[in-house]
């Protein structure tokens, strides 16, 4: 399966280059990072370049352009291991690639592949914005694309879903409540959980339950003792093998029978082959702890062009054996948008101390005694039901994007803010954009991977 995804501003302006109001074929080429893996190709739209109308010949039909543009167009992609894309636009609507369209890539791409090996696109954008491709490996098509994702406040899938299946008992409650599009949409979708516990496991359940196709699961930890009073699907007997949390969650799901696939990825989230796949999921919910996995989920997101929602629970002891205060934060984050430290989830510092307290314990204490840094938390309460409320909402919010059923736009509720102590919920708009992180949007593979030394190689 290959999958094309792009920013919802980069959609709006290729639409608005693509049809001008003039009725006529327009056309534009994006340079696009790479990312997955050879069974499951992901291409992210990292830049536009649009081709001026006034150096094509244009019909309502057809559209030829002079190419002197492609020079540094390609030498660019060489550079950083990007692919080509060609997108046109079909003004009357016609739902294939014509014959003309046929002459046309097996011209272009015969001669881009001499100058940047490996597959590249050919795509169509139709006047509802509906956009349709297929690879291309020299003048030869290979195959259509089987997804094309557009994120923004809201997620748009066009291409493979589940349209047309027989209707399982099973989820026809959830066709009454979202409709068969957003059910088939569920059926069809990747979605990664990366932390498979407290909130986590919930997540999981409910994915599972709502009929979501695939589930890519990554885990490093154990199933233990102290885990059994807040992992959904845990068992005594699986504290005493120290199963794998991931691996426990993926036989939980598969007992229930309802068809979803899973996958585990026995690792942290900075791992090379985590990062490759998560970044075949079109959603990655985040169930971590620490601030260094989170940044790198973000990151991974941004680099992949992804939907990112993050879920972290606070729970304070109140030094008396009971609990002072609990809390809960939701974050719909999308590529270019602001990120978690830009909403002030977690400064630098805190991953230094994280970083740190991980790398050279000594040091870390040392610093912290000295006042240098502050002293990150080792181990917090945990209370299932707050888990759960927080999964809950985080699951909700993933169906809000492919349906959106509130009164109120979906922008504003980029922060979701569930004060449990004080029994309110409060809800933030989106901030402005991550300037560290907006240059790497769609990047995808690249060296070091997400630019960050310490992952090394690329996938």
């Keep these: 399966m290959d999958t094309i995804r792009m920013t919802d ?29 050879a069974a499951h190709q ?20 057809s559209v030829t352009w002079r190419t002197r543009r492609l020079r540094e167009i390609l030498a660019r992609a060489a550079r950083d291991n990007l692919a080509v894309l060609k997108m046109h636009s079909h003004p009357t609507g016609h739902r294939d690639f014509s014959s003309l369209d046929d ?38 098509t290979v195959h259509r694309v089987e997804r094309v994702a557009v994120i923004g406040d809201e997620i748009r899938l066009y291409g493979a879903c589940a349209e ?55 885990e490093f930890d154990v199933v233990e003792e102290k885990n059994l009073n807040r992992i959904w699907g845990s068992r005594r007997a699986h504290a ?34 985590a990062i490759a796949a998560v970044a075949t999921c079109d959603v990655a919910v985040g169930c971590m702890d620490t601030f260094e996995g989170r940044d790198v989920l973000n990151r991974v997101a941004t680099f992949y062009s992804m939907a990112y929602i993050d879920i972290g629970v606070r729970l304070d002891a109140d030094g008396a054996g009971g609990i002072a205060s609990m809390s809960a934060g939701v974050h719909y984050l999308k590529p270019g948008g602001s990120s978690l430290r830009s909403r002030g989830v977690y400064t630098d510092e805190d991953l230094r101390a994280e970083y740190l307290r991980r790398t050279d314990p000594a040091f870390y204490e040392d610093q912290v005694r000295r006042g240098y840094i502050r002293g990150a938390k080792v181990e917090s309460p945990a209370v299932i039901s707050i888990n759960t409320a927080a999964a809950a909402t985080a699951v909700n919010e993933l169906l809000a994007r492919l ?57």
């Design 403 to 459: 349906h959106p059923y509130r009164t109120r736009p979906n922008a504003d509720f980029a922060v979701q803010k569930l004060l449990f102590s004080h029994g309110r919920t409060v809800t933030r708009p989106e901030g402005k954009p991550d300037d560290l992180l907006a240059p790497y949007v769609g990047r995808g593979d690249c060296v070091p991977m997400l630019m960050l030394p310490r992952i090394g190689r690329a996938a």
């Design 164 to 218: 047309g299946g027989p209707r399982s008992e099973f989820d026809l409650r959830h066709r009454q409540a979202f409709g068969d599009h957003t059910a088939d949409i569920l059926a069809g979708m990747s979605i990664a959980v990366v932390g498979v516990s407290g909130t986590g496991s919930p997540v999981v359940e409910m994915l599972a339950r709502l009929g979501v196709g695939r589930i890519v699961l990554i």
């Design 103 to 140: 002459a046309s890539d097996a011209d272009l791409f015969s001669s881009v592949v001499l100058k940047v090996p490996g597959t590249h696109l050919s795509a169509v954008m139709l006047p509802d914005g509906e956009v349709f491709a297929r690879t291309m490996l020299g003048g030869r």
């Design 42 to 61: 992901v291409f992210t739209l990292h830049d536009i370049v649009e081709i001026p109308h006034d150096e094509s010949e244009r019909s309502v039909t």
């Design 240 to 273: 005493e093998a120290r199963l794998n949390k991931a691996l426990m969650m993926k036989r939980y799901v598969e007992g229930i029978g309802l068809g979803t696939v899973v996958e585990v990825v026995d690792t942290s989230i900075d791992d090379p082959d």
């Design 9 to 37: 501003g980069q959609h709006r302006r290729l639409a608005a280059h693509l049809y001008d109001g003039t009725g006529l074929e327009a056309v534009a080429v994006a340079l696009c990072g790479r990312g997955g893996h």
